[in-house]
């Protein structure tokens, strides 16, 4: 320390008794140097007061001289869209409070809002019951699909909106709604009194057992309870005689993220990671991992998943690929990989910020970077039709980056989940797509008609049976009813084209009116190729291991040729 201080004494300028020369030098070497060490610290931030001074003065200008009136709030909100659609992620979005509060409504996101338990749809002038949903006040009550609302609390709902009729039902839990009811095949209009209720959704609408002991979860949503009904399905399964389990995550576009992670956690030992997220600010660095004993160990399961399968399904389904916990099937998911922040705004506005990604456990990002903020996992002309008429992209891309799970398999990054193995939904040839398209122009009414159609359908073969089947005099019936009725447009050719798609639909809807949503499952199982697919691997593993062995020859037998969907080696 002391060769320091002689070293520092000896490099001090000299200055003679009295002179004020050099302490005038000093001073100004300091403040000039030190003045531009301060600019260049706080320039950035002026040069921000500056552009905000700036940008009030020119929305001035603009308001109380521009030769036209202008909205002040307008401008306003317009700039603050220009600021978010520049960080190009569709994700993060300014939302007004007049918004918020309907969406908060709407949604039952405020406890202090029920219902009475009705999907409804505007069909012609009324609104229409579609399903009265389980456990609701109106199913207790007696209503059912096919019912219109032609009257709410004395005032006639002709020509209501979908969103009219809704915010009517809707209320404070415990006070009642009365409503008329017009239903095919009765005279007079049934009046009902429903006492709105906390609706909960489920996340697992059914559990059922397939064949050989494999069982099957659909998993809708993650809300909530999805842990919970998850695990509740597996113990029922069990009981009755569970050895491999499919977990369906497809067309399950996410929710919230504790439920993710609890979903995993079911299939994970104690202790194993499932989740990173990773931001810029002070706390969005957060680690995710199984915090309960395995649930069924040894199990063999496979998950399903598409492209529609994002957020919180990514979540499950990469943990669980990573661990080699799960065979992953069907096609590459959506890649919605980031977390939002809700920030309040004054005004009782909300900004939806995009504040961090998110992280498998072996590192894999799950966002797709897309070009376009509404862009979709995969261009237009990769995508075709499903015998369901919904799209379905042809495949995952050929190049991928490649890394290993954490017992070494190849798996697959590149944001999004490539499943293990690629299976692709049954699909529309080309000339049965160009009449389905036709079709499609009239969808609305189609659907309307398809829905009626399944109602009389039900009313009228009391001795139905799940394994019904259509006949041909059935559809002529149907067609005859789409152009008289409904006065569609289409050429009967092209409805005897698209015949697969109009029989899936129909079916699917009588099934679901006769026997709930388990009932249109069992019914469209046989036009389900990754569904048939999973069962017959599980039907072959008894272990995770030899799943993952079946799972290997079937890739490479895809390798020398897979058909248009189905794995070669497993029908």
């Known amino acids: 320390m002391a060769e320091n201080d002689n070293m520092n004494s000896q490099m001090r300028p000299q200055l003679?008794?009295?002179?004020?020369?050099?302490?005038?030098?000093?001073?100004?070497?300091?403040?000039?140097?030190?003045?531009?060490f301060l600019q260049r610290g706080v320039a950035q931030s002026t040069?921000?007061?500056?552009?905000?001074?700036?940008?009030?003065?020119?929305?001035?200008?603009?308001?109380?001289?521009?030769?036209?009136?202008?909205?002040?709030?307008?401008?306003?909100?317009?700039?603050?869209?220009?600021?978010?659609?520049?960080?190009?992620?569709?994700?993060?979005?300014?939302?007004?409070?007049?918004?918020?509060?309907?969406?908060?409504?709407?949604?039952?996101?405020?406890?202090?809002?029920?219902?009475?338990?009705?999907?409804?749809?505007?069909?012609?002038?009324?609104?229409?019951?579609?399903?009265?949903?389980?456990?609701?006040?109106?199913?207790?009550?007696?209503?059912?699909?096919?019912?219109?609302?032609?009257?709410?609390?004395?005032v006639s709902a002709k020509d209501w909106a979908t969103d009219q009729a809704a915010n009517l039902l809707r209320g404070r839990p415990g006070t009642d709604v009365s409503l008329l009811i017009d239903r095919p095949g009765v005279d007079e209009p049934i009046p009902f009194t429903l006492t709105r209720a906390v609706i909960e959704l489920l996340s697992v609408p059914f559990a059922t057992m397939l064949e050989e002991g494999v069982g099957y979860i659909p998993l809708a949503v993650f809300s909530e309870t999805s842990g919970r009904e998850v695990h509740d399905a597996i113990e029922r399964l069990q009981e009755e005689g569970l050895t491999s389990l499919i977990l369906d995550l497809r067309d399950n576009p996410g929710g919230l993220l504790e439920e993710g992670v609890g979903v995993a956690d079911l299939f994970l030992e104690d202790g194993s990671p499932i989740l990173e997220t990773r931001g810029r600010s002070a706390g969005q660095d957060q680690h995710y991992g199984a915090v309960n004993p395995e649930m069924v160990p040894g199990l063999p399961v496979v998950v399903l998943v598409n492209e529609r399968s994002a957020s919180a399904s990514e979540i499950v389904a990469g943990a669980l690929q990573d661990h080699d916990r799960a065979?992953?099937?069907?096609?590459?998911?959506?890649?919605?990989?980031?977390?939002?922040?809700?920030?309040?705004?004054?005004?009782?506005?909300?900004?939806?910020?995009?504040?961090?990604?998110?992280?498998?456990?072996?590192g894999r990002s799950i966002q797709i970077v897309r070009d376009e903020p509404e862009g979709s996992a995969l261009p237009v002309e990769s995508l075709t039709l499903g015998v369901g008429g919904e799209p379905v992209a042809r495949g995952a891309p050929e190049e991928l980056p490649t890394q290993e799970s954490l017992g070494g398999r190849t798996i697959y990054g590149g944001g999004g989940i490539t499943p293990d193995?690629?299976?692709?939904?049954?699909?529309?040839?080309?000339?049965?797509?160009?009449?389905?398209?036709?079709?499609?122009?009239?969808?609305?009414?189609?659907?309307?008609?398809?829905?009626?159609?399944?109602?009389?359908?039900?009313?009228?073969?009391?001795?139905?049976?799940?394994?019904?089947?259509?006949?041909?005099?059935?559809?002529?019936?149907?067609?005859?009813?789409?152009?008289?009725?409904?006065?569609?447009?289409?050429d009967e050719s092209d409805f005897m084209t698209a015949q697969r798609y109009v029989r899936y639909q129909l079916e699917r809807e009588i099934a679901l009116q006769a026997w709930g949503k388990e009932g249109a499952f069992l019914r469209t199982l046989g036009n389900d190729g990754p569904l048939r697919d999973a069962i017959e691997i599980l039907k072959r593993a008894e272990t995770p291991e030899a799943l993952f062995d079946l799972a290997s020859d079937a890739r490479q037998t895809q390798a020398v040729g897979a058909s248009a969907s189905g794995v070669p080696g497993l029908n």
Request: no cysteine; charged share 20%.
């Open 16 to 36: 003679r008794p009295g002179s004020l020369w050099g302490p005038l030098v000093v001073l100004v070497v300091a403040l000039v140097t030190g003045g531009w």
């Open 47 to 154: 040069n921000v007061y500056l552009q905000a001074r700036l940008f009030q003065e020119v929305l001035d200008h603009v308001t109380e001289q521009y030769v036209d009136p202008v909205d002040q709030s307008a401008l306003i909100e317009s700039a603050i869209t220009g600021v978010l659609e520049e960080l190009n992620d569709a994700h993060t979005s300014f939302i007004d409070s007049e918004t918020w509060d309907a969406f908060r409504f709407r949604s039952g996101a405020d406890a202090d809002y029920g219902g009475v338990g009705l999907e409804i749809q505007k069909q012609g002038e009324w609104v229409t019951v579609i399903t009265p949903l389980p456990g609701g006040p109106a199913l207790r009550a007696g209503i059912r699909a096919g019912d219109r609302v032609i009257d709410v609390e004395g």
């Open 327 to 362: 065979l992953v099937m069907g096609n590459r998911t959506y890649g919605k990989g980031s977390v939002q922040t809700l920030f309040r705004l004054s005004g009782g506005s909300i900004l939806r910020l995009t504040t961090a990604r998110w992280f498998t456990p072996v």
């Open 421 to 490: 193995l690629v299976v692709l939904p049954d699909t529309l040839s080309a000339s049965e797509q160009a009449s389905v398209q036709r079709l499609f122009r009239s969808a609305g009414v189609f659907a309307t008609a398809s829905f009626n159609h399944a109602v009389s359908y039900v009313q009228d073969h009391a001795d139905l049976e799940p394994g019904f089947t259509l006949s041909a005099a059935d559809l002529d019936r149907f067609y005859q009813t789409l152009v008289d009725e409904h006065e569609v447009v289409l």
